[in-house]
């Protein structure tokens, strides 16, 4: 029989995205990146499959399992299966090892204006899945500490988080977010766009595997020295059968314009409130792009050319709000003034 051990390092930090969940492991680092998918049986409520085997069933599933998303807009829209998928990634962690289990703490990331209910909806979540202590941490903040920002000094940061379902724009400074505004303009919108406009202009269903992979490989924000093309196969809306269809570069940088120009405009319009001591830091460190969308080809030039301002993107611009977490974790007391909630400690 193997020796049972402790398992000290049990503390998580989550980020409980509208797209995927991540999971940071204190003192490992991070464990679980997965689809925030869940597989249901609708007649009973059963749990198929969470994660990526649940992902790998959207749209092939019979008509009684239904493979969905929990959150909607980076928000708990079903309490039950959120609670079952924390669970289930939770689990995942010490089932990894052969230990004596201790209820660990959480630092879950939240989207800045979510409402004080959301915020007991995460929290009760959390608890139900097996959390000790759950400490909640605005995701721009999560972000800006995973992109090792100076967040507890007097000097101002900006960055931009694009994920899935919202779109987070912060100042921050002295530990606490300044101005901040978050959208429901995000990663899903611009997936939505491409799909839109595969649909209306070459009558073509695709999924959203498919919209992505072609926002990857020929979308851009701004128009392209050598544009490219691509081959696009999928089923004609007329017919019902399958076709195949070429598309540019140009073509799917027009199909995203409205959606890249609601990002551009929130971000002037933040920076149009961010204090004057602030703006002059700003200037200085340059705006810092993280999240899935900040991947879009040209976006953060675009950005630059509007705001005129220096703008990178994060190092890994998918993780930052998870190693965020992560971080957090590793000095709660450093960290305090970051977190929205306190309690337990």
């Known amino acids: 029989m ?17 797209a995927n969940t991540l999971v940071y492991a204190r003192g490992t680092g991070i464990v679980v990146d997965e689809p925030s998918v869940v597989a249901i049986n609708q007649q009973n409520r059963d749990i198929i499959a969470i994660g990526t085997r649940a992902k790998e069933m959207i749209g092939k599933t019979p008509e009684e399992i239904l493979a969905a998303r929990p959150l909607v807009d980076g928000v708990v829209s079903d309490f039950e299966v959120t609670e079952q998928m924390l669970q289930y990634f939770i689990g995942r962690i010490h089932r990894q090892h052969t230990v004596i289990w201790q209820r660990p703490r959480v630092v879950i990331g939240i989207p800045s204006d979510v409402t004080e209910v959301e915020k007991r909806a995460v929290e009760n979540a959390c608890a139900t899945a097996g959390a000790r202590e759950t400490y909640l941490v605005e ?17 101002g940061s900006m960055l931009v988080d694009i994920g899935g379902g919202t779109t987070e724009v912060a100042v921050v400074s002295l530990g606490g977010v300044v101005v901040s505004r978050s959208l429901r ?15 209306d202009e070459f009558t073509l269903s695709i999924g959203e595997a498919t919209a992505e992979k072609i926002k990857n490989t020929v979308g851009t924000a701004m128009p392209m020295s050598q544009p490219k093309t691509m081959p696009v196969r999928g089923r004609d809306i007329m017919t019902g059968m399958p076709k195949e269809a070429s598309v540019s570069s140009d073509q799917i940088r027009m199909a995203l314009h409205k959606t890249v120009r609601t990002l551009v ?8 409130e961010t204090p004057p001591e602030l ?3 700003i200037m200085e460190q340059g705006i810092v792009l993280t ?3 900040s991947i879009l080809r040209n976006l953060d030039s675009l950005i630059a050319q509007e705001t005129k301002m ?23 007391s450093a960290y305090k003034s970051v977190l929205v909630s306190m309690e337990g400690m």
């Not at 503390?11 to 409980?16: E, H, K």
């Not at 405009?265 to 149009?272: F, G, M, W």
Request: aromatic share 2%; with cysteine; glycine share 12%.
């Open 291 to 293: 999240g899935g969308g």
């Open 2 to 18: 193997p020796k049972l051990r402790r398992l000290w390092a049990h503390d998580i930090g989550i980020d409980l995205g509208t």
């Open 279 to 281: 703006i002059n830091d």
């Open 185 to 199: 303009t995000a990663g899903d919108e611009l997936i939505e766009s491409v799909m839109g406009h595969m649909r």
């Open 265 to 272: 405009e929130s971000i002037k319009l933040t920076l149009e």
């Open 310 to 332: 220096p703008v990178t993107v994060a190092e890994d611009p998918l993780y930052s709000v998870v190693t965020g977490t992560g971080l957090i974790l590793e000095d709660l």
């Open 139 to 155: 995701e721009p903040m999560a972000a800006a500490v995973g992109c090792r920002l100076p967040v507890t000094s007097s000097t």
